[in-house]
């Protein structure tokens, strides 16, 4: 069964920061890795995804991971970190498995940007 | 295009008694998810629909969680009888065909407390 680590659970930041999240996950077949946010009072919202291809991917404001396959990494980043970005980010694999196409979560990472 | 739309928002219970929500998917959108997210953990799938078969109910607590989707559009989660710790937030999300690496668009959930 595959499973996702996020190594910090909580970062603080002041704005204009760069910002780097750890996401590994284990899996030994084909997966495609997705970063969603949730900011205050919202729904979890699609960041990015890589589904093949070029292992850099960029997604909405500004973010990009790169996926390592040698080192099962999907890190996220973001080289100047604003207010806005406060939310909480979970890093997601999607696997074959339990006879569909599982969307298994890690546990989260709190992001706090300080003015 | 409107989201994912759930209810109730918010749900307050006492232990054993019985609890449904409802969810209606992206119009369009063959395959429907129920996860749960406990407090300070990622969310897990529950139950996934294609149209209006199961496809993986392996994390259900068959016991006393059921799922339907019976006209293959929207779905009802039933927990009956409620233990205290069902407490957690119940996303319903859905995408186009199921298909690996497809996006999931998620509702704003049911928040269940059960004292």
């Known amino acids: 069964a595959q499973s996702v680590s996020q190594h910090n659970h909580h970062v603080i930041l002041s704005e204009a920061a760069s910002l780097e999240l750890g996401c590994n996950y284990s899996y030994g077949g084909t997966v495609n890795l997705f970063w969603y946010v949730q900011y205050p009072g919202q729904h979890l919202q699609l960041l990015l995804k890589y589904f093949s291809g070029d292992p850099l991917v960029k997604g909405i404001k500004g973010f990009e991971a790169e996926f390592i396959k040698s080192k099962f990494s999907f890190n996220l980043r973001k080289p100047s970190v604003q207010w806005s970005d406060t939310a909480e980010y979970f890093c997601?694999?999607?696997?074959?498995?339990?006879?569909?196409?599982?969307?298994?979560f890690g546990t989260g990472t709190q992001l706090k940007v300080e003015l | 295009e409107a989201g994912v739309a759930q209810s109730p928002r918010y749900k307050i219970i006492e232990k054993r008694q019985s609890v449904a929500f409802w969810c209606n998917p992206i119009?369009?959108?063959?395959?429907l998810y129920w996860y749960q997210q406990i407090l300070g953990q990622g969310p897990k799938l529950l139950i996934q629909f294609q149209n209006n078969g199961v496809v993986d109910d392996s994390q259900l607590p068959k016991d006393r969680f059921s799922a339907e989707r019976l006209k293959g559009v929207d779905s009802t989660l039933k927990i009956q009888p409620a233990k205290l710790e069902d407490s957690a937030v119940y996303l319903c999300?859905?995408?186009?065909?199921?298909?690996?690496?497809?996006?999931?668009?998620f509702g704003p959930g049911t928040r269940l407390l059960v004292l």
């Open positions: 997601a694999v999607n696997a074959p498995g339990g006879g569909g196409n599982k969307l298994t």
């Open positions: 999300a859905s995408s186009s065909q199921g298909g690996l690496g497809e996006t999931q668009y």
């Open positions: 119009s369009g959108h063959a395959t």
